[in-house]
């Protein structure tokens, strides 16, 4: 069974880091275009970040270039979203999503303080 499920969502103050997870089942996250999107409160889910292709290659939202990370571990078949310099605005739902089938995950919470 295809299935993505996220972790590491939490509580941070402003300027935190926060590294979620997304594990993956039933396929290979390296043989994969991987994305990362978000849904603030009363707004709608948005793109974040993109991993794909043999080079690793990522793509980034303009709100967080130079600030979040996204990465892939094929031997634990987990895509990671590192998140630094968090900011108010980052407060959301996040969730990893598989293009190919649009296989989501069931979120993950990040609250940022101010």
């Known amino acids: 069974q295809v299935q993505l499920v996220e972790s590491g969502g939490g509580l941070v103050q402003t300027g935190g880091s926060l590294r979620l997870s997304c594990q993956a089942f039933?396929?290979?996250?390296?043989?994969?275009?991987m994305s990362w999107y978000r849904e603030a409160p009363g707004k709608n889910r948005e793109w974040v970040a993109a991993v794909y292709g043999m080079a690793d290659s990522t793509n980034y939202a303009d709100s967080v270039k130079d600030r979040f990370i996204i990465s892939r571990d094929g031997e634990k078949n987990t895509v990671y979203l590192q998140m630094n310099d968090l900011r108010p605005d980052d407060t959301a739902v996040y969730y990893c999503?598989?293009?190919?089938?649009?296989?989501w995950g069931q979120g993950t919470r990040v609250t940022v303080s101010s």
């Open positions: 999503k598989r293009p190919l089938g649009e296989i």
């Open positions: 039933g396929f290979r996250v390296t043989d994969s275009h």
